[in-house]
T-cell receptor, first 115, second 109 residues
Framework: KAGVTQTPRYLIKTRGQQVTLSCSPI?????VSWYQQTPGQGLQFLFE???????NKGNFPGRFSGRQFSNSRSEMNVSTLELGDSALYLC??????????????FGNGTRLTVT | AQRVTQPEKLLSVFKGAPVELKCNYS??????LFWYVQYSRQRLQLLLR??SRESIKGFTADLNKGETSFHLKKPFAQEEDSAMYYC???????????FGTGTRLLVSP
């Protein structure tokens, strides 16, 4: 089975712009989660989608949004980019909505640099 | 609020020495604890979880609810164990992980 695929691998954007990141989960996985990883804050949960519905959301401003399509693929959008949004954005998929039953499988991430 | 603490940023040991990576958590309910590992230039991957009570690559971890700890142990470290290790917490019915800040394990020959 192919793993979690994230595109693009690298992005450079300017302050004020917006960006869309894409994630294709492992085939058959219905839950997709997004995490932000920075040297200062570590790994922080952004949101989780299951069957096209956002089930959980982390403590991030409304500029961060996402969605999930019927084929379980997910996109994450960040509007009005700030320098502090520079980070590695990780996508993870799992079979279902409970970590008890199915652990997360992570992608390689998208490295976003805001200048 | 839920929190995971990994007090050591770096743990350096020699090959063959025992290893213990510490993890303490803060959560009032029934937690689900995990250890994730990231080898150089590889993606973050699950190493083990407390509900499995299994040994993976010689590593074990026991959930101690009294001490709210989930330390990762291996009796004899190998050079290939060098990696970044993250302890993570979740709770039943949710796919939201709270991660610790990670511990870099460096095993020298």
């Amino acid at each position: 089975k192919a793993g979690v695929t994230q595109t693009p691998r690298y992005l450079i954007k300017t302050r004020g712009q917006q960006v869309t990141l894409s994630c294709s989960p492992i085939s058959g996985h219905r839950s997709v989660s997004w995490y932000q990883q920075t040297p200062g804050q570590g790994l922080q949960f952004l949101f989780e989608y299951f069957s096209e519905t956002q089930r959980n959301k982390g403590n991030f401003p409304g500029r961060f949004s996402g969605r999930q399509f019927s084929n379980s693929r997910s996109e994450m959008n960040v509007s009005t980019l700030e320098l502090g949004d520079s980070a590695l954005y990780l996508c993870a998929s799992s079979l279902d909505q409970s970590s008890y039953n199915s652990p997360l499988h992570f992608g390689n991430g998208t490295r976003l640099t805001v200048t | 609020a839920q929190r995971v603490t990994q007090p050591e940023k770096l743990l350096s040991v020699f090959k063959g020495a025992p290893v213990e990576l510490k993890c303490n958590y803060s959560y009032s309910g029934s937690p689900e604890l995990f250890w994730y590992v990231q080898y150089s230039r590889q993606r973050l991957q699950l190493l083990l979880r407390h509900i499995s009570r299994e040994s993976i690559k010689g590593f074990t971890a026991d959930l101690n609810k009294g001490e709210t700890s989930f330390h990762l142990k291996k009796p004899f470290a190998q050079e290939e164990d060098s990696a970044m290790y993250y302890c993570a917490l979740s709770w039943t019915g949710f796919q939201k992980l709270v991660f610790g800040t990670g511990t870099r394990l460096l095993v020298s020959p």
